[in-house]
C-alpha cells in the first residue's frame, strides 16, 4: 500500500473521530433493510488505484474535497435545510420563520423585497407598488427586530439574500443580536454580498463595480475581525445558471467571481487566510442528475486547488468549498404544477449526493407565485424524506468510483478550467463583466437551450408534451396591497421618533468615511443602523459618494 495513501487513510480516520465528538453519528451502526451494515465510506478495491484516487478525490475532508468537506458528512449532521422566505410585513414573515422552525427547518433564508434589495425605502417614489411583493420589506432597525423575533440569535443560523446593500442589512442583523444579548462573534449566518453576478445575471446593483467590491472587502475584514463565524459572502452560480447558462459556464462564472473577490481583498491588504474560510458559494441544481452531482463535486476539486496553488493559502478552512443549493426556479413549469414536486425531488438528490452544506427546494407553485405555506411545506417535506427515509445520507459520496460520474467530474473540470484561463487573460472577471462576456456567453446558452424547447429536442413534461387541459392551482399566496401604506406609516413614526440630529450627524460621517478608500465603512454603517437610520438613506449617502451602475 502507498504511503501516501496509508498516511492520508489515517489522517482521516482521526478526522472522524473529531467530528464525532462534535456531532455524534446519527445511528449507530447504520444498517439497510436488509440489516447490512453501512460503512462511512466506500475506498477502491485494487491497489493499483490508490495512488489515482488519492490525487483526484482524496478522502472526505481532505484535499482536494471531490468526496465532500466533512469526513463523515451527513452521518454526523445532514445539510442544512435552509428554506428562503419573505413577503409583506415584518411581522408576517417572522410568523411564517416561527412556522417552519416548528415544522423542523433547520435554518432561516430571508428573502427581503425589491426596494430593500436596491436600497430605497418604503416611501420612496422607486419602490411603488413593489413594497413587500417578492421578499419582507426593511426599512429600519425597528423592522429587522420585529422581523427576528423570539428567534434566539445564538442557536439559528439566517442567511440574508442582501447583495448592493448587504453592509446595512448584516449592521442591522449584528445590532438585533446584540439587543439579544448575542455578540457580534457568536451570530452564525450568510450574506449574499455577492455583486459580481448581480451585474451579469440578477440586476440589483446600485454602485459601479470598483466602489462595490470596496464595500465587499471592507466586510470581510470587519467580519474577519468582529463576525468570525459569519460567512462574509455567498457567491452565487445559481442566478447565472437561471439566466440560461450551462453547468459548466455556472460553475467557471462563479469560480472566476470567486477570485476576482480573492484578488480584491488581497489587493486592499488582507491576508488570504484571514477571509478565505468564511468564503461561501451557492449553486443550482437542475435536472441532468448526474452531471449536477459531478458538477459539484468538481466545483469543490477546483477551487481548492486555486485556492492552494494559486493563492498560496495554508489554512485547510481556506481550500473548502462550502455551497448552498437551490433548486432550478426555472425549471419549474406553471403547467401541472404538482409535477414541480417530483423535480425538486430529483434535483434536491442530486445536490445532497453531491455534497451540499445547505439546501432550499422550491415549492410547486413557484412558477405561479410566492409559495402558500401548504407548499413551502410539502418542499421541506422533500429534504426530510431525502434525509430520514431514503438511506442516501447514510455513507458519503456514494457516487464515487462511478465511471460515469468520475469522468463527468474530470471533463467538468476540465472545460470549467478553460473558462476560468480565458476569463484571466481578460484582466479577471470585474474586468470580463464590464465587457459584458459573461452576460453574451449566458445568452448564447439560453438561446440554443430555448430552441431545444422549442423544437422538442428536449421535452418538458407537461409543457411542450404530455399537456392537459388542467386548470393551474387557484390557492396561490397573495400579498395585501394594504401593506404598503401600512409599512410607510411605520416608517414615518420611526423617523419621528429617533434623535434626527444624531443620525445627520452619523449619516455625515458615513459620508466622510466614504470618500476616504483606506477606511472601512462598516463601523460607521453600524453607528447609523444603531440609530434607526434607514436603508434608502444610509444608500443614498453611499450614492451621492460612488455613483450608480448603469449597465455594461
Ligand atoms: C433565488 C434567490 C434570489 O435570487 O432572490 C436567492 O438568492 S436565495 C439564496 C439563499 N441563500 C442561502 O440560503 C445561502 C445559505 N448559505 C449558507 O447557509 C452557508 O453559506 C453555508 C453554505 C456555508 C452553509 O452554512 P450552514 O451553517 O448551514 O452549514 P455548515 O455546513 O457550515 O454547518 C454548520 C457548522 O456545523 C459544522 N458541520 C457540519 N457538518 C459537519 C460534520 N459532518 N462534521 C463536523 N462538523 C460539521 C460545520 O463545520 C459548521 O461549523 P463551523 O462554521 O464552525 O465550521
Redo the contacts with the bound molecule.
Keep these: 500500500m502507498s504511503q501516501s495513501y496509508n498516511e492520508k487513510k489515517s489522517k482521516w480516520e482521526q478526522q472522524v473521530k473529531k ?1 464525532n465528538e ?2 455524534p453519528e446519527r445511528k449507530q451502526p447504520f444498517l439497510n433493510k436488509s440489516e447490512m451494515e453501512i460503512d462511512p465510506l466506500y475506498l477502491p478495491e485494487e491497489e493499483s488505484g490508490y495512488e489515482r484516487y488519492v490525487e483526484k478525490l482524496g478522502f472526505p475532508g481532505q484535499y482536494p474535497y471531490t468526496r465532500g468537506i ?1 469526513p ?3 452521518r ?2 445532514f445539510w ?1 435545510m ?1 428554506q ?1 422566505a419573505g413577503f409583506g410585513s415584518a411581522k408576517e414573515t417572522n410568523q411564517r420563520f416561527r412556522y417552519l422552525l416548528d415544522q423542523g427547518q433547520t ?1 432561516l ?1 430571508v ?1 427581503f423585497d425589491l426596494p430593500t434589495q436596491i436600497g430605497y425605502d418604503s416611501d420612496d417614489p422607486m419602490a411603488e407598488g413593489e413594497v413587500g411583493k417578492v421578499g419582507v420589506a426593511i426599512d429600519s432597525l425597528e423592522d429587522m427586530e420585529t422581523l427576528l423575533d423570539g428567534i434566539p440569535l445564538d442557536q439559528v ?1 439566517t ?1 440574508m ?1 442582501i447583495n448592493a446593500p448587504a453592509s446595512v442589512l448584516l449592521c442591522m442583523y449584528i445590532a438585533v443580536a446584540e439587543k439579544q444579548g448575542v455578540p457580534a462573534d457568536k451570530i ?1 449566518g ?1 450574506i ?1 454580498n455577492d455583486i459580481l453576478k448581480e451585474y451579469i445575471a ?1 440586476g440589483t446593483y446600485i454602485y459601479p463595480p470598483k466602489p462595490s467590491m470596496r464595500i465587499i472587502t471592507n466586510i470581510f475584514e470587519f467580519c474577519a475581525e468582529n463576525a468570525p ?1 459569519f ?1 462574509t459572502i ?1 457567491i ?1 452560480g ?2 447565472i445558471r437561471e439566466a440560461g447558462s450551462t453547468a459548466v459556464q455556472e460553475v467557471a462564472f462563479t469560480l472566476a467571481n470567486g477570485m476576482a473577490y480573492v484578488d480584491a481583498a488581497i489587493e486592499s491588504g488582507l491576508k488570504v487566510d484571514q477571509f478565505a474560510p468564511r468564503l ?1 458559494f ?1 449553486f443550482n441544481a437542475h435536472n441532468h442528475f448526474f452531471e449536477e452531482a459531478a458538477k459539484f463535486r468538481a466545483a469543490r476539486r477546483i477551487w481548492s486547488k486555486l485556492m492552494k496553488e494559486k493563492y498560496q493559502a495554508q489554512d485547510e478552512k481556506s481550500w473548502r468549498l ?3 443549493t ?1 433548486t432550478g ?1 426555472s425549471t419549474l413549469t406553471a403547467q401541472q404544477p404538482d409535477n414541480n414536486i417530483v423535480r425538486v425531488a430529483l434535483q434536491a438528490l442530486s445536490a445532497v449526493m453531491g455534497g451540499t ?2 439546501l ?1 427546494t422550491n415549492s410547486r407553485d413557484e412558477a405561479l407565485a410566492l409559495p402558500t405555506e401548504e407548499s413551502a411545506r410539502i418542499a421541506l417535506r422533500t429534504q426530510q424524506i431525502i434525509a430520514h427515509e431514503s438511506g442516501v445520507a447514510d455513507t458519503v459520496d456514494p457516487l464515487a468510483g462511478s465511471y460515469y460520474v468520475e469522468k463527468l467530474t474530470d471533463d467538468i473540470e476540465q472545460q470549467v478550467m478553460e473558462y476560468i484561463e480565458k476569463i484571466d487573460e481578460m484582466g479577471g472577471a470585474v474586468q470580463a463583466v464590464e465587457d459584458g462576456y459573461m452576460q453574451r456567453e449566458i445568452h448564447q446558452a439560453a438561446y440554443e437551450a430555448q430552441k431545444k424547447i422549442e423544437s422538442k429536442e428536449d421535452i418538458i413534461v407537461g409543457m411542450n408534451e404530455f399537456q392537459t387541459d388542467d386548470e393551474v392551482h387557484a390557492d396561490l399566496l397573495k400579498v395585501d396591497e394594504a401593506l404598503e401604506k401600512e409599512q410607510v406609516e411605520g416608517l414615518q413614526k420611526i423617523r419621528q421618533k429617533r434623535d434626527q440630529e444624531n443620525v445627520d450627524q452619523l449619516l455625515n460621517e458615513l459620508k466622510t468615511a466614504a470618500q476616504d478608500e483606506k477606511v472601512n465603512v462598516m463601523p460607521h454603517i453600524l453607528d447609523c443602523v444603531k440609530a434607526y437610520a434607514t436603508v434608502g438613506e444610509i444608500c443614498n449617502v453611499l450614492r451621492s459618494e460612488f455613483g450608480e451602475y448603469t449597465g455594461a
Design positions: 467530528a462534535k456531532f466533512q463523515s458528512m451527513y454526523n449532521r442544512t435552509r428562503y435554518g433564508s428573502a443560523s442567511s439574500t452564525t450568510t449574499q440578477r463565524k460567512n455567498s452565487s445559481y442566478h461561501a451557492f462550502r455551497f448552498h437551490q426556479g452544506q445547505s432550499h
